[in-house]
């Protein structure tokens, strides 16, 4: 089964390979020494609040959520290395995105999950 999200203002999908860190050790290594995020790809960190981006090889787009899936912060083309990335008040998640792949969403926009695929 494949993840996938959408912003449901603009009909846009941000991740179509979705993947989800839910475990502490999944959160904690996030996308530390990847080599890339290819198009489409993504991963989704909750509970999550901020981000760093120490041991990281590449930037990214970070898209903060309530738990509502209403986005709190778009942060675009995060640095590796020293970057750092605030959700804002009232963030539970992230998703880590490809730099460049956020387009316009905005605070405020509403994030869709759907899954495709079978068992």
């Known amino acids: 089964m494949t993840e996938q999200i959408t912003c449901e203002r603009t009909g846009a999908a941000l991740a179509t390979n979705l993947r989800r860190a839910n475990s502490p050790w999944a959160r904690f290594r996030g996308l530390m020494l990847a080599a890339r995020l290819a198009p489409g790809e993504g991963l989704d960190i909750n509970p999550c609040g901020s981000i760093h ?27 590796p290395w020293v970057g750092l990335a ?5 963030a539970k998640g992230v ?25």
């Open 86 to 90: 605030f959700g804002g008040k009232g």
């Open 53 to 79: 981006m120490m041991f990281m090889r590449f930037a990214i787009d970070a898209v903060f959520y309530d738990r509502d899936g209403k986005v709190t912060k778009v942060a675009r083309r995060v640095k």
């Open 95 to 119: 998703l880590e995105l490809p730099a460049g792949s956020t387009g316009d969403l905005a605070p405020g926009d509403v994030l869709i999950r759907s899954v495709s695929g079978s068992w």
